[in-house]
């Protein structure tokens, strides 16, 4: 299979080559230049999560041999989760919770950040490359870590991170600020997401950073890497599959999923199961009070002209959904259409697809976004019904498959997938369920875990005894002038 541009068909590469680069050159983001084959229910039904993810990979990432794969999903899926079915299933009363957090920083980056570093140091010592991989990379709270602790000391590889200074919670910035490494580096900056993420974008095709790139070569580990997406199209077949094997549904029956996602990534994941023949009815896509997702799957108009909200839930505190190109893509079947969009979001601010493309879009996904009101009374309901506890993320989408029930009537299993550990945002879920809410957020995390006696993960407990590494902030307008001196660094190594 080749990778081809969202915006020029002309340029192709290997499964590699979209790993290492992560974005083509002229902005666009990797997809398949061929449909995707259709997995067989007996490549992925009562098999180990490791087994599905070499059957899954071998379609999408085919470039690589069976061996090379092998390697990848046996490093990346081991003993730093504390699960051995990687993504659990969780029952709850009106659904089930596919428990994507935990993996060594609690959070569902960890699956697709786990393998990466293994995808790209075997598509380096195939190409017998000298150079060093720049990996830069934007996060809202995440990512970041995951790709942090992915990376860490990882031969020929440079890292670096970029978060909003006042966009993520204490605990996911202390993750970042204490990482080890010693070819790591992480920059907070002033402003949002969308910021971080421009500022990324643009650095691979600024003439200034790539003048500085000598025996340099910059990457991301954005999900604009088709290397950070193929992965999660893993856990939608291994929940499935669970489904099927304690009874619920038999092979072949429908089911619903619902996705907390600001970037698209995760639910467009959804999307390429379902195109990989994975019996998916509805992808409920759910968001926060920055709905700029919800609008559009409603309206087909893509606008970014419109408030910006700090959330509970922050990771979702996003207005430029980069992954969407790639869904414009594939209902397009048209590289000059999706680059048509990208032109006009990036001059105008928004853009409206034809009617008939967005009929198309919705037969397949439904939108729907929830207030902080709503959001704590999600966490504080199903924590004194049944004491489960979850994380601001999922409760918006928890939230989101309880209003897509009430207006449908749908009775199809729904699995909602829970993208962090409620400990990750331990003062906000606390609030939910508890008025005594303590400054320190170590002190939240130990009174959640008396309230709910669960344990706090490892990774986040040792945050309080782990010496900050990394202080500095910049301004959004010098991202650019930063990036190129980092490359200057780094080409002198």
Known sequence: MRYQSTRNHSISVTPQEAVLHGLAEDGGLFVPSEPLPLLKSEDYLNKSYQDTAQNVLSILLDGYSKDELHRSITSAYDTRFNSTDIVPLTKVSDGW??????????????????????????????????????????????????????????????????????????????????????NVMVVAVRGNFDDCQRMVKEACRSKA??????????????????????????????????????????????????????????????????????????????SNSNHVL???????????HRPFHLTMSPSMDILISSNLERLLYFESKDDSFAASCMEQLKNEGSYTIPEDMLKNIRSIFSGYWTDEESCRKEIRTLFENEHVLIDPHTAVAYHAMHEYQKETGDQIPCIVLSTASP???????????????????????????????????????????????????????????????????????
């Open 97 to 182: 919770l596919m428990e994507l957090w935990h993996g060594p920083t609690s959070a569902f980056k960890d699956i697709a950040l786990t393998i990466l570093p293994h995808l790209l140091s075997e598509a380096y010592g195939e190409k017998g490359r000298d150079d060093t991989i720049a990996i830069l990379t934007a996060t809202s709270g995440d990512t970041g870590k995951a790709a942090l602790s992915g990376f860490a000391d990882v031969p020929h590889t440079a890292i670096t991170i970029f978060y909003p200074s006042d966009g993520v919670s204490e605990i996911q910035k202390l993750q970042m600020q204490t990482s080890r490494g010693n």
């Open 209 to 286: 950073v790539l003048n500085a790139c000598h025996h340099v070569t910059i990457s991301s580990a954005n999900s604009i890497n088709i290397g950070r997406l193929a992965p999660q199209v893993v856990y939608y077949f291994t929940s499935y599959s669970k489904l099927v094997s304690n009874g619920t549904i038999q092979a072949g029956d429908p089911v619903n999923f619902v996705v907390p996602t600001g970037n698209f990534g995760d639910i467009l994941a959804g999307y390429l199961a379902k195109q990989m023949g994975l019996p998916v009815k509805r992808l409920i896509c759910a």
């Open 294 to 304: 919800t609008d559009f799957l409603n309206t087909g108009t893509y606008s970014v």
């Open 423 to 493: 400990y990750k945002f331990a003062k906000d879920v606390l609030s939910c369920i508890s008025s005594q809410v303590p400054e320190d957020p170590f002190a939240a995390m130990q009174k959640l875990s008396s309230l709910s006696n669960t344990e706090i993960p490892a990774g986040l407990a040792e945050l309080k005894d782990l010496p900050i590494r990394f202080h500095t902030v910049i301004e959004n307008q010098d991202g650019i002038s930063f990036i190129t001196k980092r490359m200057e660094e780094l080409s002198h190594d």
